[in-house]
């Protein structure tokens, strides 16, 4: 089967597109893990599928690199992207996705809003902040992050006892002083660093409020800059977007 793809980034964060509207292409996990591959398919962080929706303006299914699904904030931005330049939306859009629906704003310059679901609580667990953002996130605090193993230390909390057996997202944070923060992170299901993760910079934001960051969150990636917005109550958040970068690598056809 021949498959006309889109690859996108939003800060480093790298995904294959496929616009599926038409409902002409059925994937299965081992196609989709063949698109992740670098070096036997295209390459990708996670492999994004738009397809029609009756209530929304599109439906949107990310899949990890090991197939599973969850949602993908810098996933959800280029999806946002794509649809405004397919023509699909202009300017605002509320789309559905793993966790429900989403709304979006295309700023201009390549830049994305895009609002994230409430958050209800953070939890105090082996030294960290545990919290759920669409995708379960483990933060951790470090005072100097360039030289910090973030994959050996990433795999084993996400192969650890307290987060098994679903696993979970690492993120290593250094505080940078201006509100500004510095993150890296270890993604669950596709088990290495990226240059960049939506959820995992909002985990960390929502974190960091914890010790007296306030909102707008400023967040340096290693693929670029992103900014964290929210309204918080106690240990609640409203009101949280995810603002930053995406953009068209290149598009393509593929036999899989």
């Known amino acids: 089967m021949k498959i006309k793809f889109f690859k996108y980034q939003a800060t480093g964060n790298d995904f294959v597109i496929i616009d599926n509207r038409t409902g002409n292409y059925t994937l299965t996990i081992e196609q989709i893990m063949r698109l992740c591959d670098r070096k036997f398919g295209v390459g990708c962080d996670g492999?994004?599928?738009?397809?029609?929706d009756p209530e929304f303006d599109f439906k949107l299914s990310y899949y990890n690199g090991d197939g599973t699904q969850s949602l993908c904030g810098n996933g959800?931005?280029?999806a946002v992207?794509?649809?405004?330049?397919?023509?699909?939306?202009?300017g605002k859009t509320t789309f559905n996705a793993y966790d429900g629906p989403h709304e979006a704003e295309v700023l201009g310059n390549d830049i994305i809003k895009l609002k994230m679901n409430?958050?209800?609580?953070?939890?105090?667990?082996?030294?960290?902040?545990?919290?759920?953002?669409?995708?379960?996130?483990?933060?951790k605090f470090v005072a100097t992050l360039n030289d910090y193993p973030v994959t050996p230390e990433g795999r084993a909390i996400r192969y650890s006892k307290t987060f098994h057996p679903i696993g979970t997202n690492a993120n290593f944070v250094e505080e940078m002083g201006n509100n500004t923060l510095f993150v890296r992170t270890y993604e669950r299901g596709v088990e290495e660093e990226t240059l960049s993760c939506g959820t995992g910079v909002t985990a960390s934001?929502?974190?960091?409020?914890?010790k007296g960051?306030?909102?707008?969150?400023?967040?340096?990636?290693?693929?670029g800059e992103l900014s964290i917005e929210f309204k918080?109550?106690?240990?609640a958040f409203s009101d949280i977007y995810l603002i930053g970068p995406a953009r068209k690598v290149f598009e393509g056809e593929i036999e899989i």
Do not use: C, Q, W
């Open 47 to 52: 492999v994004m599928i738009i397809e029609n």
């Open 76 to 78: 959800s931005r280029a």
């Open 81 to 90: 992207k794509i649809a405004s330049d397919l023509g699909v939306i202009e």
């Open 118 to 139: 409430d958050v209800n609580e953070l939890k105090n667990v082996d030294g960290g902040v545990s919290v759920n953002t669409g995708s379960p996130h483990f933060v």
């Open 205 to 210: 934001a929502l974190a960091a409020s914890l």
């Open 213 to 223: 960051y306030t909102s707008p969150v400023k967040i340096k990636v290693l693929g």
């Open 232 to 235: 918080s109550k106690g240990n």
